[in-house]
């Protein structure tokens, strides 16, 4: 690993009581279905997906994601049952909000703008907002088995975005590096 950089993401983390319920999911995945790597990271919505950043270079990052997120304002997020990408990734389902698609578009040219910083995959199909709780390491055979439980059973929760949430790989998992306050 290149240690003179890092790798980072920018997310929308939902309040505590929803990560708590989140990450109760995931267990059950590690513990049912032999699928813990969502488990590297706290419960979130991407709306920049990975990128590298120079280390030294951290302060122009922050300041430019302070500066987009000072100019937003807090949107409602809705949380609604669960969703796949078959067959590896099982999410609960994030409502697609004119304000949340926006906020996200947003973000990504300011980012390509100011920084420089491009997600080709993304740029090429429609935002998919979503909060995964199975993945990459779910096998076929485990998300067979448990697609069916998770497509019938009912989820919703809402709540106020406000911030936006930078995080950094550390080697292992996700740790949240700066929170950046909407006005």
């Given amino acids: 690993m290149n240690h003179s950089h890092s790798r980072f993401f920018v997310a929308l983390l939902p309040p505590q009581d929803i990560q708590d ?3 109760q999911i995931k267990q059950y995945f590690a513990d049912n279905y032999a699928s813990s790597h969502a488990q590297k990271s706290p419960p979130h919505i991407t ?4 990128f590298e ?5 951290l ?5 430019s994601l302070r500066e987009f997120a000072s ?3 807090s949107i409602p997020v809705t949380l609604n049952n669960f969703a796949a990408f078959a067959p590896r ?3 609960i389902n994030v409502v697609r909000s004119p304000k949340l698609l926006s906020l996200q578009a947003n973000l990504s040219a300011q980012m390509e703008a100011n920084l420089q910083i491009v997600d080709r995959v993304g ?6 907002p979503h909060m995964t709780v199975a993945f990459r390491d779910l096998k076929k055979q485990n998300f067979h088995a448990a697609w069916p439980e998770f497509a019938q059973r009912q989820l919703n929760f809402e709540f106020t975005a406000n911030k936006l949430t930078l995080l950094i790989h550390d080697g292992r998992r996700w740790q949240i590096q700066s929170e950046l306050d909407f006005q």
């Fill in 59 to 63: 302060s122009v990052l922050e300041t």
């Fill in 21 to 23: 319920y989140a990450n």
């Fill in 123 to 128: 740029k090429q199909r429609p935002f998919a």
């Fill in 47 to 50: 709306l920049q997906p990975p």
């Fill in 71 to 73: 100019q937003q304002h």
């Fill in 53 to 57: 950043w120079a280390n030294n270079n």
């Fill in 89 to 91: 990734v099982i999410y």
